[in-house]
């Protein structure tokens, strides 16, 4: 298996564009998760999904973010309209059965906005 | 809310054992204990996880008191290539399945 997919890796953009960042999950894995990660507050969980459904988004800051997960192999995490400080490193993660177990992580995306 | 607690950083030369010690306050009795182990520009791994007691796997060991309010990952003889972040992760099943990340310690093995 390939792991987890993220696209793109670096994404620069302007203050105020909209920002759509995509993720695959590991074939078969049921439970999907987004994080932010940056050196100050390190890494926040935003958001996360089992079975597609969205379970837990008391993580995403505003209403500036949005998560959709269509199917099981295809999830976005988009920003409209971003803000500097929406600067991060983004991390999908997925794994299978139960909450607790092992998540995979994908490489992730690296935002900044100007 | 629980909250996890780490040391920022810590430093050890190879072939020490290193202890990292998460303090997690008010966790339940079915909360799992997670470790990630992150390099820079990728993602975080997982290390090992438990609930109690002792765990031992190829890499590491995870050690839990009865009052669960710490865990401590030790790693046996570092090496260099363990120069990394180690995060602590909490499950809590009692407050909805939310997941609570510690802030990392960061850990510089010397030669």
């Known amino acids: 298996d390939a792991g987890v997919i993220q696209s793109p890796r670096h994404e620069v953009t302007e203050m105020g564009q909209e920002v759509t960042l995509r993720c695959k999950p590991i074939?078969?894995?049921?439970?999907l998760f987004w994080y932010r990660q940056t050196m100050m507050r390190g890494l926040e969980l935003l958001i996360y999904f089992n079975n597609n459904v969205p379970i837990d988004d008391s993580g995403m800051p505003e209403d500036r973010f949005s998560a959709k997960m269509p199917n099981a192999s295809f999830s976005t995490l988009k920003i409209q309209p971003s803000e500097p400080r929406d600067s991060a490193v983004y991390f999908c993660a997925s794994s299978l059965g139960r909450l607790t177990y092992e998540q995979y992580f994908g490489p992730g995306t690296r935002l900044t906005v100007t | 809310l629980a909250k996890t607690t780490q040391p920022i950083s810590m430093d050890s030369y190879e072939g020490q054992e290193v202890n990292i010690t998460c303090s997690h306050n008010n966790i339940a009795t079915n909360d799992y204990i997670t470790w990630y182990q992150q390099f820079p520009s990728q993602g975080p791994r997982f290390i090992i996880q438990?609930?109690?007691t002792k765990v031992t796997n190829e890499v590491a060991s995870l050690f839990i008191p009865a009052d669960r309010k710490s865990s401590t990952l030790s790693l046996p003889r570092v090496s260099l290539s363990d120069t990394a972040v180690y995060y602590c992760?909490?499950?809590?099943?009692?407050?909805?399945?939310?997941?609570?990340f510690g802030q990392g310690t960061e850990l510089s093995v010397k030669p």
């Open positions: 438990g609930y109690k």
């Open positions: 074939s078969g894995h049921d439970y």
């Open positions: 992760l909490v499950v809590l099943y009692n407050q909805g399945g939310k997941l609570i």
